[in-house]
């Protein structure tokens, strides 16, 4: 029982090394290697979820890699169209439109939560950002971070950061993110300057003055926001066809 259980755990860990390889072609390269794998390694990382290969069943996480495989199919079908891709595409689509029934989503133009998802999206695959803080008149904290290319052979610097919005059902290639943080009672950072470089974000989860986003560059904390939430809009392109 215990080889059985560690054979499925290898066979989950397989699939992410997988999924990290051909993720890091797919956001690096353009338009030449949208033809690689990672649609089918982000379809097997959905399944994985979706069957609970090596761990629990998670339809939520299952929906966010069906998501990134739909996005990279149609980018690839937009270089080459084949039969099978477009196949591949519909079996995709169908496994998305089932989830997406389970999951009870909608068709939100807003979506707040607690923390600054796409920030965390952004600096998954080991980007750093510059970030900027702007108070609105509403009160609110426009935060947008950009990425910063790495440096050396292996970073191509046209590559960019795979951003899932789960809520509005769709992905994008984004070059920087935005979300704006609401019923803000304290903002602080370090510098006089309009940009701050991070690497992290901490989020602190605190009932009194709202929870506190912690920023940090090299493990200096370089800049803080306390609020309830953070809200992002649906920004969803109207010339891509999902």
Known sequence: MKERDESRVGIRTKKRHEYRTELKKFISEGIGHYRCRFAEAAYEIGDMYRKGEGGPVDIAQAYFYYLQAEYAVTLRLQVRRSSEDEAFLARVRLALTQLRRRLGYGSERLYCSTHPFVL????????????????????RIKVVAARIPKSGRKESPHGRMLITYDRFHYCELKDFVITYAQNVSDIWYSESADCIRIDSVNLVMNGHGGNRTEFYYRGKLVAFICAEDYVVSSGRPRYMKF
Not at 120 to 139: D, I, P
């Open 120 to 139: 965390y999206q952004a600096l998954s695959e080991g980007h750093e950002l510059m970030a900027s803080f702007r108070r609105m008149k509403s009160g």
